[in-house]
């Protein structure tokens, strides 16, 4: 089972970014997908998840309206779609799978999820 996370990069701000978690082992449209990030000296905090079991999307508030995340059943990918970035947005972006289903509260707790990928770095600077 693996994760493959890419797309990250360096981007000005208010520009856009698409990461891509790919999935190896595991369907990553029957299992909840999260995205996640971590900036130097923070937790890594939870930014969205789509649910395996209905397809539902759930965002943080850090990021309700500037990002989209989407998946492709047949190419076993996910999507987070990065709008209007700023530079706060500057961190490790990781995505991880967990159970099928994940009540809408803990979605984004990154406790709940078991495989992780490797990280892809976002850098929001002009």
């Known amino acids: 089972v693996q994760l493959q996370a890419s797309g990250g990069g360096l981007v000005q701000p208010g520009g856009s970014l698409r990461l891509s978690c790919a999935g190896s082992?595991?369907?990553?449209?029957?299992?909840?997908v999260g995205w996640f990030r971590q900036a130097p000296g923070k937790e890594r905090e939870g930014l969205s998840c789509?649910?395996?079991?209905?397809?539902?999307?759930l965002y943080g508030e850090s990021v309700k309206g500037r990002f989209t995340v989407t998946r492709d059943k047949q190419k076993n990918t996910v999507f987070l779609q990065m709008n209007s970035l700023v530079p706060e947005d500057t961190a490790i972006y990781y995505c991880a799978t967990g159970a099928r289903h994940i009540i809408n509260s803990q979605c984004r707790n990154p406790s709940l999820y078991y495989t992780w990928g490797q990280g892809t770095l976002v850098t929001v600077s002009s």
């Open positions: 082992g595991i369907s990553l449209g029957s299992n909840t």
């Open positions: 789509i649910r395996g079991s209905d397809g539902n999307t």
